[in-house]
């Protein structure tokens, strides 16, 4: 098995792919919607991701200091 380091790049682009994981999570259940039905995406499952999206926003991404994993990944 084969092994990198991880770099400041990798690092550093984090904080953006935990944000694109929550549009992908919303996405991958409006797309499931026909085939397990839309009880889940009701206004209540909307007002709670689309918080998570803006929280992340304004706690996280753009203050993101990732300086803690860059040393322990060395």
């Not at 690092?11 to 009880?39: C, K």
């Not at 206004?43 to 803006?54: A, P, S, T």
């Amino acid at each position: 098995m084969r092994h990198r380091k991880v770099g400041d790049n990798d690092i550093d682009v984090i904080p953006a792919f935990v944000a694109i994981r929550e549009i992908w999570l919303l996405g991958l259940h409006i797309d499931l919607g026909n085939q397990f039905g839309w009880g889940l995406t009701n206004d209540g499952y909307y007002d709670y991701h689309f918080k998570v999206l803006r929280d992340w926003d304004k706690n996280v991404l753009g203050r993101y200091d990732a300086g803690w994993l860059r040393e322990s990944a060395v």
